[in-house]
């Protein structure tokens, strides 16, 4: 968390006008409009007992959020069709969850191109071990 990313809190005490905090309001989050499993995921700091909104902070979070949507760009990945999904999980050992990754990381549309594919480029884009695929591949041409 960089000093500019520090939330700013008004000190109880009379003696100090502000200090920094340990975490962004729930109010102040949804002021930014970030849903709040977004800022957790963007590792946003939040304090939940605080219940205060400062300007400065929800202009902090715009501006942070606006950054990480810059460096996100469009490389948010497509949405897989359900036919593709249940085609890929009639082979045995890959559940939804893994047809997902295989359709959305590695382009994967069919049985027929999981049989075809490349293991060392599947393992790279997906992450999965190269002695998985192969099983996935050896259990798919139905050996």
Known sequence: ?????????KSPSWKHGTRKGKGFSIGEI???????????KLGIPIDK???TVHEENVETLKNY???????LGTTSLPKVDKKIIEELTKVPGINI???RILAKKA???SIEDLINSDINELSKKTGYSKNRIKKWISAAKGE
Do not use: C, G, L
């Open 49 to 51: 007992r605080r219940k």
């Open 107 to 109: 382009s994967i549309s």
């Open 65 to 71: 959020y606006r950054e990480f949507a810059k460096e």
């Open 1 to 9: 968390m960089t000093e500019k990313f520090i939330p700013i809190v």
């Open 97 to 99: 969850h893994v047809a």
């Open 30 to 40: 949804k002021a930014a409009e970030i849903d709040i499993s977004m800022a957790v």
